[in-house]
């Protein structure tokens, strides 16, 4: 188990509280290489496993996601710019699922200096399915400290990041920092959308 922070043990206390009924949060992902996997288990500990269901999409249908509040949705990039397969396999599906409303944060896997071009197109990919689905997203991420040239996982106004930005091949030792980073900011983000 992680070491918290205050602000986060806060964060956390203030979530289970922030109303009558505890909102549920799902976290999807699909990972070929463990990775994505591992930083959802990671992203579970911090924010409290009594909160967070994990879920596998090769395993669970996307139509389990109807029933969160918020969802956490994890998506690396493969190749050049390409949907990981557990993900790919599922696309078609995910429009029919009722979304509406919905609180959603991503983050996304790649290898910005391998891959620069591409880096977290899966990422901006799943955004742009999402976006006419009418979920509200938390969770955009700064670009500071990262090397790439894709534009595809960036916001409209290309400042941010629609998700966080993950690079285990080439940043691994700055991932746990920003995970916590970024724990904390969707829970501050989310409460201020209740």
Request: glycine share 8%; aromatic share 12%; hydrophobic share 45%.
């Amino acid at each position: 188990m992680p070491e918290f922070r205050p602000c986060l043990v806060h964060l956390r206390q203030r979530y289970v509280n922030m109303s009558s009924t505890r909102m549920k949060i799902g976290l999807f992902y699909g990972s070929s290489t463990c990775y994505t996997e591992m930083v959802a288990e990671k992203i579970r500990d911090f924010i409290g496993a009594e909160l967070v269901t994990l879920h596998n999409v090769k395993d669970d249908s996307p139509a389990l996601m109807a029933q969160y509040d918020l969802l956490i949705l994890g998506i690396p990039t493969w190749d050049f710019g390409e949907l990981q397969e557990d993900w790919e396999a599922i696309w078609q599906e995910i429009p029919a699922v009722n979304l509406q409303g919905k609180i959603v944060a991503m983050y996304g896997m790649g290898d910005q200096f391998g891959y620069g071009e591409w880096f977290l197109d899966a990422l901006g990919m799943l955004h742009d399915l999402l976006t006419p689905m009418g979920v509200r997203f938390v969770g955009y991420w700064p670009l500071a400290g990262y090397e790439f040239t894709s534009a595809r996982p960036l916001t409209a106004d290309g400042t941010q990041f629609v998700g966080l930005a993950l690079d285990d091949v080439n940043q691994f030792e700055l991932s746990d920092e920003r995970i916590e980073q970024w724990c904390e900011q969707i829970l501050t983000e989310t409460a201020e959308l209740l």
